[in-house]
Nanobody
Framework: QVQLVESGGGLVQAGGSLRLSCAAS????????MGWFRQAPGKEREFVAR????????FYADSVKGRFTISRDNTKNTVWLQMNSLKPEDTAVYYC????????????????WGQGTQVTVSS
């Protein structure tokens, strides 16, 4: 089992920044991927960003490219999502997820999920 705990959410004004953290424990995947997803009220959960534990290659949704940065520290089993230039449409519950596959691309590729952390961006 893998346990994921997110932190760092909160309320911020448009144009501001937040940094989310995701601490992984238990059985971690040294060759897998970690992803961030988000779910706004009344909408489906959508992909935000992904990083591979090995090599650190990243991939972003077009809606956050250039504003968000995903990073990781393998020694601490921790992943971060730095969110800059936040917009009201970024308001959502943000979830961290773990996959054993380095090629994880969709929600179904991720086996483990955190409880989520709320991000609210005011206009």
């Amino acid at each position: 089992q893998v346990q994921l705990v997110e932190s760092g959410g909160g309320l911020v004004q448009a144009g501001g920044s937040l940094r989310l953290s995701c601490a992984a424990s238990g059985r971690t995947f040294s060759s897998g991927s970690m992803g961030w997803f988000r779910q706004a009220p009344g909408k489906e959960r959508e992909f935000v960003a992904r990083i591979r534990w090995s090599g650190g290659s990243t991939f972003y949704a077009d809606s956050v490219k250039g504003r968000f940065t995903i990073s990781r520290d393998n020694t601490k089993n921790t992943v971060w999502l730095q969110m800059n230039s936040l917009k009201p449409e970024d308001t959502a519950v943000y979830y961290c997820a773990a996959s054993p596959s380095p090629w994880a691309s969709s929600r179904s590729d991720y086996n483990y999920w955190g409880q989520g952390t709320q991000v609210t961006v005011s206009s």
